[in-house]
């Protein structure tokens, strides 16, 4: 049986080789091109023909304009075919794509055929199962990247155009509004991440050769996605004094969410070193997010930030009074009195007072009084306030 299926996809793929080669060449259509496809993407259960996907990359790297003629040939191969094997081989080439992160590749968009209710034809529905879901789950992942990198683009041509309208913000503003980029970044890079952890063979049958070969490309995308979630929120965290409620709130959402999915990483690193997977031994590092930090948020989100308590700081006040109807000595009569509330005195017997902000600083010694004249309820005699204060 196995021997006549092997049979039987080699004359396919000649048969199809054959008829590409009889197809004009437009700027929709390249036989060479579909001919490295063809020969990509064999009927061959064991390996991909790593010669024929290097081709193809060698088309594309050439010249942009040979996209649309891949993107055909690709189509088409999937269209003709019921076999788990040129499916895999398809999704594997379209992996390998994406990953050359070529300007051009970003604008494919969504993936131009579907393979979300994919159905062997030529097995047993029951024998087939594990490979069958394996193959939706690596579709739907592929689907996702495809479309959030042409999100991407579009994303930094209008990060473009936004940076002329932020000209006006305050400083503040325009970085408020670059932290909420980034944790946006980061939430649909974890949402990229679920979808990762669902592909996985799910019974005995579907780990063969051409599957595990799969699955080292998925264990090298979760590298790096994981790398560049740990990174985008390791650069976020580093702005914590800048949080307002909004982004404190998006980005504990997100530090749970990675708590969860190193749990999930873990657990998945050890299932595909157990079924032999070369890719799955070595883990990534999964790095803790500080209980510092996350207390710091949950600050923030509840109306308790630095900025508040820096707030309440500065509502206290220095008050130095001077009695000059007194004729004693003028030191003797200089009190100097810390407060959380403005002291208003009254002009009597002569008298003169001054309220001078404090301004807090890690030493508490330093310089830091900034004589204040603009405070309604205070009298201040501006003649005498230069023998009033004396630092």
């Not at 092997?6 to 197809?23: E, M």
């Not at 700081?313 to 109807?325: L, S, T």
């Amino acid at each position: 049986m196995r021997l006549w299926r092997k049979v039987s996809g080699l004359v396919k793929d000649q048969n199809s080789i054959f008829i590409a080669s009889l197809s004009r060449r437009t700027p929709l259509r390249n036989p060479d091109i579909e001919a490295a496809v063809i020969k990509a993407t064999s009927h061959d259960e064991f390996s991909m023909n790593m010669k024929n996907v290097d081709r193809v990359f060698r088309w594309l790297r050439l010249s942009s304009c040979n996209l649309k003629p891949l993107i055909w040939a690709i189509s088409i191969r999937i269209e003709k075919t019921r076999s788990w094997v040129v499916a895999i081989k398809v999704l594997i080439l379209m992996h390998g794509l994406y990953s050359t992160r070529l300007p051009c590749v970003q604008r494919i968009g969504r993936l131009p055929f579907d393979l979300s209710n994919f159905e062997d034809g030529h097995s047993r529905k029951h024998e087939m199962h594990g490979i069958n879901a394996f193959i939706r789950a690596y579709f739907a992942f592929l689907d996702q990247k495809s479309s959030l990198l042409c999100m991407e683009l579009h994303e930094k041509r209008s990060n473009n155009n936004m940076m002329i309208m932020m000209h006006n913000l305050d400083v503040e503003e325009k970085e408020s509004y670059s932290i909420v980029q980034d944790l946006v970044v980061v939430q649909k890079l974890q949402s990229l991440l679920d979808v990762l952890l669902e592909i996985k063979p799910l019974s005995d049958s579907a780990t063969v050769p051409l599957v595990l070969e799969a699955m080292d490309c998925v264990m090298t995308e979760i590298f790096d996605v994981y790398s560049r979630i740990r990174n985008g929120i390791s650069r976020v965290l580093s702005r914590i004094n800048l949080f307002g409620k909004v982004e404190a709130t998006m980005a504990l959402k997100i530090i749970k969410k990675a708590t969860i999915q190193a749990e999930e990483l873990s657990l998945y690193f050890e299932f595909n070193r157990d079924i032999g997977v070369r890719n799955a031994e070595v883990c990534p590092i999964v790095e803790q997010i500080s209980n510092e930090d996350i207390k710091e948020l949950e600050e923030i989100i509840n109306g308790v930030s630095d900025k508040e308590q820096k707030s309440d700081e500065m509502d206290r006040a220095i008050v130095v009074h001077e009695n000059f109807g007194e004729k004693n000595d003028s030191k003797s009569n200089l009190r100097t009195i810390i407060t959380d509330r403005w002291e208003t005195f009254d002009e009597e017997n002569g008298g003169c007072s001054a309220i001078v902000k404090y301004i807090p600083r890690t030493n508490p010694f330093e310089a830091s009084l900034v004589p204040t004249n603009s405070i309604n309820n205070v009298p201040v005699k501006p003649q005498e306030l230069p023998d009033l204060i004396s630092f």
